[in-house]
């Protein structure tokens, strides 16, 4: 289903006034100057995302569902964070709304979305960060409670598009109102993988994540029955791993289906990851002609999204960068000129909420016909 530059400037009413405002002659790039959104989630993501958000002038934050977190408290968890810092910004609360910049923003506790009110508050395109709603059954509810859209910050449980930005973003034509965003790692792995297979071809490919720990672990060894090394230590140990994030970019880069696959190792450290992908080319090549195709990518078409350094960099040197993925160019080896290891980090919370911002921002602007 799409959506008419009207239907998506009637969300730039403010907390106070929901009277649309006049539609524009024709859509174009700047007739856009926000877009209403809503936060369902109010975890590590929902509240990275929030911050993103705030400090950003296309983006209008009209409403956060955060389950069962008081509005001071909300406050609080949004103000002050261990690995990015304080919010640079002011933030107060009044009754249930929080205060953000100035900004009101209401706030509800609801259990089931669909009754926070999405549609009269002016949040068409809301970020599911639950990590419940991820099947267009599930995240139904939320249309029910008045979006237009959904966007999964997580892979989908269901067949519900994926969307990766920079990589098919294209794909997306509006037809769709469940949209996935992917893993923090398929974001973190994507870009890199569709620069290198675009200028020189995969043949086959093993990737590796050297992943932070996440809140999913245990902090001292519990139990999990279903993964008996995932329920040791995070803090204290480096725990192989499953992950689907290698075969989730073949959704995205069908071409690669059959070639690529992976697996993780879980670190005791807070934030920023790295993948390594280790790779047969098909056509021959050398490291520096690599180097110059991430280049001329980051400056081109994944501009934003896909990063170069050479400088001798660690993980703690990119928390709170906004790319997806950035390529170290001192970190990879070349066995010969179709075998090589490449490396790229990533900060698996602040870069991939910048991601999901781009999507919630992308939808909206294909569904009111503006050209992207």
């Keep these: 289903m799409k959506f008419t530059a009207t239907a998506i400037l009637a969300t730039l009413a403010t907390a106070g006034a929901f009277t649309a405002p006049a539609a524009p002659a024709a859509p174009s790039s700047t007739s856009l100057k926000a877009t209403g959104m809503g936060v ?63 900004k009101k923003i209401p706030t509800s506790r609801c259990r089931d979305p669909a009754e926070a009110g999405w549609g009269k508050l002016g ?28 966007i999964y910050s997580a892979p989908a449980k269901d067949d519900s598009q994926t969307i990766v930005m920079g990589v098919n973003q294209d794909e997306y034509d509006g037809s769709e109102d469940f949209i996935s965003c992917a893993s923090c790692t398929t974001n973190g792995l994507a870009p890199m993988v569709k620069c290198i297979n675009d200028a020189f071809g995969i043949d086959e490919a093993l990737m590796t994540t050297v992943h932070a720990m996440t809140s999913t ?25 499953s992950t689907g994030a290698a075969k989730a970019v073949t959704k995205v880069i069908p071409s690669l289906q059959g070639k690529l696959t992976g697996m993780a190792f879980r670190v005791p450290t807070i934030d ?20 110059a195709a991430i280049k001329a990518s980051e400056a081109g078409n994944m501009k934003g999204i896909l990063g170069f350094t050479d400088e001798p ?41 910048g991601r999901v911002v781009d999507l919630m921002k992308h939808c909206a602007k294909v569904d009111a016909g503006v050209k992207v």
Excluded at 127 to 145: H, M, N, P, R
Excluded at 227 to 238: F, K, Y
Excluded at 272 to 291: A, F, G, P, Q, R
Excluded at 325 to 348: Q, T
């Design 40 to 102: 369902n989630g109010f975890g590590r993501i929902g509240r990275l995302v929030t911050r993103i958000i705030a400090d950003d002038a296309e983006c209008d934050l009209n409403a956060i569902n955060a389950g069962s977190a008081t509005a001071d408290y909300m406050a609080y968890q949004f103000k002050y964070d261990t690995i990015h810092g304080k919010f640079n910004g002011s933030v107060e609360t009044e009754g249930d709304f929080l205060i953000i910049n100035g």
């Design 123 to 150: 949040a068409d395109y809301v970020c599911e960060s639950t990590g419940i709603f991820l099947t267009k059954e599930k995240a139904q509810s939320i249309l029910d409670g008045g979006a237009k859209k959904v």
């Design 217 to 241: 672990q245990a902090v001292v060894d519990s139990s999990s029955k279903k993964d008996w090394r995932g329920g040791r230590a995070a803090s204290g140990n480096i725990i192989p791993s």
């Design 272 to 291: 920023v990851s790295v993948v390594d992908l280790t790779c047969k080319l098909s056509k021959s090549t050398n490291y520096d002609e690599i180097c």
């Design 313 to 353: 960099l660690v993980s703690t040197d990119f928390e709170s960068d906004l790319r997806s993925s950035i390529f170290d160019a001192g970190a990879g080896i070349m066995l010969n000129d179709r075998f090589v290891k490449l490396i790229a980090w990533y900060d698996n919370e602040y870069g991939y909420s």
